[in-house]
């Protein structure tokens, strides 16, 4: 470390680039500071914070030369709120950030400065995307609180709009918030373990409107439940699910182990392309279904199907990904370790009247085993991973099995950037990399990459 930066230092320094979670980077004798807020090409004034022997943090004071860039974020509580770093960096800009972010991780880790990293493909309009939203409650000082956490704590930053929600979750979060103690309902308190409402999540399908509502509680039954329903069915009409979770366990994790219908269905529907898909209040769906249409798309095209092939689906999950590629395949067989997942799959694979998916739970590592000794072979893999990358196991099954063309859908660039390097090292090429916006006014950036098998292999 040089001892030239030290605690509350006031420094004037020039920003290089952007961390992985959008902080800005400045070095100071070769001694890198993560600066919240400022942006590549910047002069700003730091307070420097906290010093470790290889990095240190600094607060933003004042920018003396700005990026053309930067603009002004619309967000209200956007230098508080945990939820968008990047809202400060124009969207043709974070786009920009973003292929950097992927070209610099697979250069660096993945050592293939050969591979293209493609132009990230971005949306038309960036705004009002989610169509789900997890919003914890809390009191605080006497009154209820909903928003979302200050970034790395749990304290709650109080609002009644999120940009990039839809406007149904504002509306129930504010009213809620408004009336739970005129009904007598406590919000949770996590010191304490005490209160009642712990989160709302709003769910909703893009192509059909439905909206399911989860309302995550400490206890099962609570007498004012009635009230709360005709609150939530009055300010959206449109609703046609509302569940109840129950979790009463005094931790971080949002959702307990029983959940049951209070109104209505137990999931809503929606789809990508052609194909619907059944969303119960614990599936895994893709938050953003406009670019989950392009990520899919890609990963499809990748796959370069003519109807012949037969395709596994590593980490299928409710089978999203299975049953668009089953559209062009001869088969596809999904694998996934958790059974309500494939439970999901099949009722989808039925939903849609497709007959040439298959789906089974369990490790990945060890299914795709079993259905070779079965006699299957296969064209293509599909995986789609985890924030944690592939597993050992399932990078080893891949290289002993060797289908001759991998499609690898990532959602962070640093495991996709190891695991590319493992796969290389067994006789695989990465072809190209296409980055997608999945998240945008994050630092997240999703890629799907193309493996294909060396023929002396």
């Given at each position: 470390?040089?001892?030239?930066?030290?605690?509350?230092?006031?420094?004037?320094?020039?920003?290089?680039?952007?961390?992985?979670?959008?902080?800005?980077?400045?070095?100071?004798?070769?001694?890198?500071?993560?600066?919240?807020?400022?942006?590549?090409?910047?002069?700003?004034?730091?307070?420097?914070?906290?010093?470790?022997?290889?990095?240190?943090?600094?607060?933003?004071?004042?920018?003396?030369?700005?990026?053309?860039?930067?603009?002004?974020?619309?967000?209200?509580?956007f230098s508080?709120?945990?939820?968008?770093?990047?809202?400060?960096?124009?969207?043709?800009?974070?786009?920009?950030?973003?292929?950097k972010?992927?070209?610099?991780?697979?250069?660096?880790v993945?050592?293939?400065?050969?591979?293209p990293?493609?132009?990230?493909?971005?949306?038309?309009?960036?705004?009002?995307?989610?169509?789900?939203?997890?919003?914890?409650?809390?009191?605080?000082?006497?009154?209820?609180?909903?928003?979302?956490?200050?970034?790395?704590?749990?304290?709650?930053?109080?609002?009644?709009?999120?940009?990039?929600?839809s406007?149904?979750?504002?509306?129930?979060?504010?009213?809620?918030?408004?009336?739970?103690?005129?009904?007598?309902?406590?919000?949770?308190?996590e010191?304490?373990?005490l209160?009642?409402?712990?989160?709302?999540?709003?769910?909703?399908?893009?192509t059909?409107?439905?909206?399911?509502?989860?309302?995550?509680?400490?206890?099962?039954?609570?007498?004012?439940?009635?009230?709360?329903?005709?609150?939530?069915?009055?300010?959206?009409?449109?609703?046609?699910?509302?569940?109840?979770?129950?979790?009463?366990?005094?931790?971080?994790?949002?959702?307990?182990?029983?959940?049951?219908?209070?109104?209505?269905?137990?999931?809503?529907?929606?789809?990508?392309?052609?194909?619907?898909?059944?969303?119960?209040?614990?599936?895994?769906?893709?938050?953003?279904?406009?670019?989950?249409?392009v990520?899919?798309?890609?990963?499809?095209?990748?796959?370069?199907?003519?109807?012949?092939?037969?395709?596994?689906?590593?980490?299928?999950?409710?089978?999203?990904?299975?049953?668009?590629?089953?559209?062009?395949?001869?088969?596809?067989?999904?694998?996934?370790?958790?059974?309500?997942?494939?439970?999901?799959?099949?009722?989808?694979?039925?939903?849609?009247?497709?007959?040439?998916?298959?789906?089974?739970?369990?490790?990945?590592?060890?299914?795709?085993?079993k259905?070779?000794?079965?006699?299957?072979?296969?064209?293509?893999?599909?995986?789609?991973?985890?924030r944690?990358?592939?597993?050992?196991?399932?990078?080893?099954?891949?290289?002993?099995?060797?289908?001759?063309?991998?499609?690898?859908?990532?959602?962070?660039?640093?495991t996709?950037?190891?695991?590319?390097?493992?796969?290389?090292?067994?006789?695989?090429?990465?072809?190209?990399?296409?980055?997608?916006?999945?998240?945008?006014?994050?630092?997240?950036?999703?890629?799907?990459?193309?493996?294909?098998?060396?023929?002396?292999?």
């Amino acid at each position: 470390m040089s001892f030239s930066v030290k605690r509350n230092d006031r420094l004037n320094v020039f920003v290089e680039d952007l961390t992985h979670d959008g902080s800005g980077v400045a070095k100071v004798d070769g001694y890198p500071l993560f600066i919240p807020g400022a942006l590549p090409g910047e002069e700003v004034d730091i307070l420097v914070g906290k010093t470790l022997k290889k990095y240190g943090f600094a607060r933003l004071l004042n920018v003396t030369k700005e990026s053309p860039d930067r603009v002004e974020p619309p967000c209200h509580v956007f230098s508080e709120c945990g939820g968008c770093q990047m809202q400060h960096l124009s969207y043709e800009g974070q786009l920009v950030q973003k292929r950097k972010t992927v070209r610099d991780v697979i250069d660096r880790v993945g050592k293939l400065p050969h591979v293209p990293v493609h132009p990230v493909k971005g949306m038309k309009d960036p705004w009002r995307y989610r169509n789900k939203s997890q919003i914890p409650f809390a009191e605080q000082d006497g009154k209820v609180v909903s928003g979302f956490y200050r970034t790395r704590t749990h304290h709650i930053v109080d609002t009644d709009i999120c940009l990039i929600q839809s406007n149904e979750a504002d509306e129930l979060m504010t009213a809620l918030k408004m009336e739970l103690h005129n009904m007598g309902v406590d919000a949770y308190d996590e010191r304490t373990n005490l209160g009642m409402l712990r989160h709302l999540i709003v769910r909703k399908g893009r192509t059909t409107g439905e909206i399911m509502v989860i309302l995550v509680t400490r206890k099962k039954k609570f007498t004012q439940q009635d009230a709360v329903i005709e609150l939530i069915k009055r300010v959206v009409p449109e609703v046609t699910s509302i569940m109840q979770n129950v979790n009463s366990e005094k931790t971080n994790v949002i959702f307990g182990d029983y959940t049951v219908p209070l109104y209505g269905k137990s999931f809503i529907v929606d789809s990508i392309g052609d194909i619907d898909f059944e969303i119960s209040a614990r599936s895994f769906y893709q938050i953003n279904p406009e670019q989950t249409e392009v990520l899919y798309g890609q990963a499809l095209e990748y796959a370069q199907l003519t109807g012949n092939e037969s395709v596994i689906d590593a980490y299928c999950g409710i089978g999203t990904i299975s049953l668009f590629l089953a559209q062009k395949a001869k088969e596809v067989y999904g694998v996934e370790i958790v059974p309500e997942a494939i439970a999901d799959a099949k009722r989808n694979a039925q939903l849609n009247e497709i007959d040439n998916a298959f789906f089974e739970a369990g490790p990945a590592e060890v299914v795709i085993p079993k259905w070779y000794a079965e006699g299957k072979r296969f064209d293509v893999l599909v995986v789609d991973p985890p924030r944690k990358g592939c597993d050992e196991e399932l990078l080893n099954t891949i290289l002993e099995y060797k289908p001759k063309r991998v499609v690898y859908v990532s959602c962070n660039p640093g495991t996709l950037a190891r695991d590319l390097r493992i796969l290389e090292d067994g006789g695989y090429r990465t072809q190209e990399i296409q980055p997608v916006d999945m998240f945008p006014h994050s630092s997240h950036v999703e890629c799907v990459a193309l493996l294909e098998r060396e023929m002396s292999n």
